[in-house]
C-alpha cells in the first residue's frame, strides 16, 4: 500500500530536520527519511561531541560558492539569533568560545532532542532506517521506492548531506538524484581538511610533529583568496589544527600555501635592529617567540647554527631566517581526502536553485539544503548555520 504525504525530507540530519520540523508545523504531512539507525551522527560528533552548533557572527562573507550571493537570503531570514532564541525555548544552556563558536554546555545530544521534539511538534512521520532504490516524478508529485514500501510526496527535500566523514554513512544521494534530473553539479572535493605534503619533501619537518602556535596562513587568488589567523599543527603525515582546516577551502591542488609563522613581528627587521642589544645567541632569542624544538629543528632545517651571535651575523643571513619564518611557501600535494574532511565542497550548483525556496527551477517540488549545495562555510559552526537556515527556508516553501 501507498503512504502519501504533502512532503518527503530524505536524510535526518541537521538540516532534514530543522526542515522537517518547520514544514510539519505549518501543517503539512511530513514523512522524514533516512538510511541510518541513528539520527544526526554529524551533530552528535560535532564539536568533541558539544556541538558547535552556530556562530554568532555568521554572515555571507563566511561561506565560499560559485554563486556567492546565493545564500544571502536563507541567512538573512534566518540568523543566529533565531536559533538561540529555539535553544531557550528548550532550556539548552551553551557557552561561546573564540571567535563567537556557540557549544552545547551539556552534550550534543541536547540538539538531537531538541529538534527531534520540534519534529514530534509538526507530527513528522518517522521512516528509520529506510533506504531509497527509486526516485521517480509522478502527477501529483513525486513516488519513491523504498525498503518500507511506495511513498507519494508532493515535494521532496534533499538534506543527505556531502561525501565527508563516510564511516558515518555519508553517501552521494543527493548527487545521483540531482544527475537524474538534469541539475547541475560543481565538482565536489573535500573540505574543512588536514592536508598532506610528499613525504621525500615533507621529511625534514617530521621531528616538528605535534608542535601546535598561532599562525597567519593564506592560499588562493584574487577573490578566491583566503587568509586566517589560527592555529597550526605540525603532524607526521602534514600539517593540521584550525589554521589548515580552514584554508584547505581555499587551496587547489598544485598551489602553494604561505605561513607566517610570527605574525606580528617582522623577524628579519627585529633581529637586525637588536644585533647591538640582542644579547642571546640565535636559538635562544627565537625560543622567546617560538616553541624551543621549533627553533632547534627549524634553525637546522634552514642552515643556521643555533648558537650563533645574531651581532656577528650578515644583514642578508638574517633577512633569509626572517622570510623563512615570516613567509614560509610550502606546496601540498593533497589532503586526508573525505575520510577527514569535516564538509564537502562543490555540490548541488546553486543558480539551479531558487535563493528563496532552495527549490529546483529546473523540477517544480524538488529541493536541496544543507551540505548538499554549493554553499560551504568555514570551520567554527558556520556550516551548521546554513543547515538550520536553508532547512528554514525549503520548510516554509514547501
Request: aromatic share 8%.
Amino acid at each position: 500500500m501507498t503512504k502519501k504525504f504533502d512532503v518527503a525530507v530524505i536524510g535526518a540530519g541537521a538540516a532534514g530536520m530543522m526542515c522537517a520540523s518547520v514544514a510539519g508545523q505549518r501543517g503539512k504531512s511530513v514523512v522524514l527519511i533516512d538510511h541510518a539507525t541513528r539520527l544526526a551522527e554529524k551533530i552528535r560528533i560535532s564539536g568533541g561531541g558539544r556541538c558547535n552548533f552556530t556562530n554568532i557572527d555568521a554572515g555571507p562573507q563566511n561561506f565560499l560558492s560559485g554563486n556567492p550571493h546565493f545564500c544571502k537570503s536563507a541567512l538573512s531570514r534566518y540568523t543566529p539569533q533565531d536559533f538561540l532564541a529555539l535553544l531557550k525555548r528548550h532550556r539548552i544552556a551553551y557557552h561561546e568560545k573564540h571567535k563567537g563558536q556557540l557549544f552545547c554546555d551539556d552534550s550534543a545530544e541536547d540538539i538531537i532532542r531538541m529538534l527531534k521534539s520540534e519534529c514530534d511538534l509538526g507530527q513528522v512521520r518517522w521512516q528509520i532506517p529506510c533506504s531509497i532504490s527509486a526516485v521517480a516524478q509522478a502527477d501529483a508529485g513525486f513516488v519513491l521506492t523504498t525498503s518500507a514500501g511506495s511513498i507519494e510526496a508532493e515535494s521532496i527535500v534533499l538534506a543527505t548531506g556531502g561525501l565527508s566523514i563516510p564511516k558515518i554513512g555519508a553517501t552521494d544521494f543527493a548527487y545521483r538524484i540531482a544527475r537524474q534530473f538534469g541539475i547541475r553539479l560543481v565538482e565536489p572535493r573535500p573540505g574543512l581538511v588536514p592536508l598532506t605534503f610528499d613525504m621525500s619533501e615533507w621529511q625534514p619537518f617530521v621531528a616538528l610533529a605535534g608542535i601546535a602556535l598561532p599562525v597567519e596562513i593564506s592560499a588562493g587568488e584574487k577573490k578566491n583568496r583566503g587568509s586566517f589567523r589560527e592555529d597550526l599543527l605540525f603532524t607526521h603525515r602534514g600539517l593540521s589544527g584550525p589554521a589548515v582546516l580552514q584554508i584547505s577551502s581555499y587551496w587547489q591542488s598544485g598551489a602553494q600555501l604561505t605561513i607566517d609563522l610570527l605574525p606580528d613581528m617582522d623577524v628579519a627587521q627585529t633581529l637586525i635592529d637588536g644585533k647591538s642589544t640582542l644579547k642571546k645567541n640565535l636559538g635562544n632569542t627565537l625560543s622567546q617567540w617560538l616553541p624551543a624544538r621549533l627553533v632547534e629543528e627549524w634553525l637546522r632545517i634552514k642552515g643556521f647554527q643555533a648558537d650563533a651571535r645574531i651581532a656577528d651575523m650578515t644583514d642578508k643571513q638574517l633577512r633569509a631566517l626572517g622570510t623563512s619564518l615570516n613567509a614560509w611557501v610550502i606546496t601540498p600535494d593533497g589532503s586526508e581526502g573525505y575520510r577527514k574532511a569535516e564538509v564537502t565542497l562543490g555540490g548541488i550548483d546553486t543558480r539551479e536553485l531558487s535563493q528563496q525556496t532552495m527549490m529546483s527551477t529546473k523540477v517544480p517540488g524538488l529541493y536541496f539544503i544543507g551540505e548538499s549545495v554549493d554553499v560551504t562555510g568555514w570551520l567554527g559552526g558556520y556550516n551548521f548555520q546554513w543547515a538550520w537556515a536553508s532547512g528554514v527556508a525549503a520548510g516554509k516553501s514547501v
